[in-house]
């Protein structure tokens, strides 16, 4: 199957996002907490990703493209094993001084983690 991410596997609407981040925490990490909505609004057919990436934890734009473009890649490979409904990660705490690099590596580890725990739920 190929790993793509096309329109319909992204949440687009702020109502969207809100039912998500109102809804049911699935798994919190050291950066990141992944939530769902509680219940479904709309049969989906695949799983939907929405990013929450607040300037007060990453100040600078290079830094939040860069976690974005990093989440949405551990999704598009895992979409396919993952339960049809919205998932939607939010930064919830300050990203550190670490270089770019680092950076990268321990977002897709806890991206893959909290991933895996959606797909046993």
């Known amino acids: 199957m190929r790993a793509t991410f096309p329109t319909a596997?992204?949440?687009?609407?702020p109502t969207e996002y809100v039912a998500a981040l109102k809804g049911r925490r699935i798994a919190r990490g050291a950066m990141f907490v992944l939530t769902t909505p509680r219940t479904p609004t709309?049969?989906?057919?695949?799983a939907r990703l929405g990013l929450v990436?607040?300037?007060?934890?990453?100040?600078?734009?290079?830094?939040?493209?860069?976690?974005?473009?990093?989440?949405?890649?551990?999704?598009?490979?895992?979409?396919?094993l993952l339960p049809?409904?919205?998932?939607?990660?939010?930064?919830?705490?300050?990203?550190?001084?670490?270089?770019?690099?680092?950076?990268?590596?321990?977002?897709?580890a806890e991206a893959d983690a909290l991933l895996a725990k959606a797909q046993q739920q």
Do not use: M, W
């Open 53 to 80: 990436i607040a300037k007060r934890y990453a100040a600078l734009a290079v830094t939040r493209n860069a976690i974005k473009r990093v989440l949405r890649e551990a999704f598009r490979h895992q979409r396919h």
């Open 84 to 108: 049809a409904c919205d998932l939607v990660f939010r930064l919830h705490s300050k990203v550190g001084p670490i270089t770019l690099t680092q950076l990268k590596r321990q977002v897709r």
């Open 9 to 13: 596997a992204r949440l687009h609407r």
């Open 42 to 46: 709309a049969p989906e057919q695949t």
